[in-house]
Antibody, heavy 123, light 104 residues
Framework: QITLKESGPTLVKPTQTLTLTCTFS??????????VGWIRQPPGKALEWLAL???????RYSPSLKSRLTVTKDTSKNQVVLTMTNVDPVDTATYYC???????????????WGQGTLVTVSS | EIVLTQSPATLSLSPGERATLSCRAN??????LAWYQHKPGQAPRLLIY???NRATGIPARFSGSGSGTDFTLTISSLEPEDFAVYYC??????FGQGTKVEIK
């Protein structure tokens, strides 16, 4: 059974750095073609793709947020960490992590998602 | 930049009716399109990938079609649990704005 769960602060002040952790089970990020991505959804708005890390440590980022995002993995802990610097109230959103389908080419689609964690950016 | 436009924004239907959702890309994306179902407070669920392939465990009432710039998600007969928001996604990045399927 594949599960993913996001964790991190619920409230962050503007200009601070947000760190979110995705802890997963049922698959390994050391297995070829596996990837874990991050997606967010501001309240009342659509989903936004943020970042993806592959089993071989290759990383992809949203062009519009690339300068502020870093994604890393700890294979031994089955965790992926997303860091976002210099947060702003517009970064208030539910943040999801999800598994990239290993069968896909390129960035792929997400076949398993976490429940999401709501992060509010406010002073 | 590839933009996905979904229509309509809201679809009001009754259980048992057929739902037809549209997703249009501003340039060709071949068949690289997925559909997700999202209910409040739940994880999004992959329904369709590569335009027309049902994901594991997805009921046959969900079907996808299209290629190039025009894509359709069809729910042949709405079940009570199908009322949700549906998003299309170009493989890898861009999501559409969503279509809410609500009970009429």
């Amino acid at each position: 059974q594949i599960t993913l769960k996001e964790s991190g602060p619920t409230l962050v002040k503007p200009t601070q750095t947000l760190t979110l952790t995705c802890t997963f089970s049922g698959f390994s990020l050391s297995t070829s073609e596996v990837g874990v991505g991050w997606i967010r959804q501001p309240p009342g708005k659509a989903l936004e793709w943020l970042a993806l890390i592959y089993w071989d440590d290759d990383k992809r980022y949203s062009p519009s947020l690339k300068s502020r995002l870093t994604v890393t993995k700890d294979t031994s802990k089955n965790q992926v960490v997303l860091t976002m610097t210099n947060v702003d109230p517009v970064d208030t959103a539910t943040y999801y992590c999800a598994r990239r389908r290993p069968e896909d080419e390129g960035l792929g689609y997400f076949d398993y998602w976490g429940q999401g964690t709501l992060v509010t950016v406010s002073s | 930049e590839i933009v996905l436009t979904q229509s309509p924004a809201t679809l009001s239907l009754s259980p048992g009716e057929r739902a037809t959702l549209s997703c249009r890309a501003n340039q060709s994306i071949s068949s690289y399109l997925a559909w997700y179902q999202h209910k409040p407070g739940q994880a999004p669920r992959l329904l369709i990938y590569d335009a027309s392939n049902r994901a594991t465990g997805i009921p046959a009432r969900f079907s996808g079609s299209g290629s190039g710039t025009d894509f359709t998600l069809t729910i042949s007969s709405l079940e009570p649990e199908d009322f949700a928001v549906y998003y299309c996604q170009r493989r890898g990045r861009t999501f559409g704005q969503g279509t809410k399927v609500e009970i009429k």
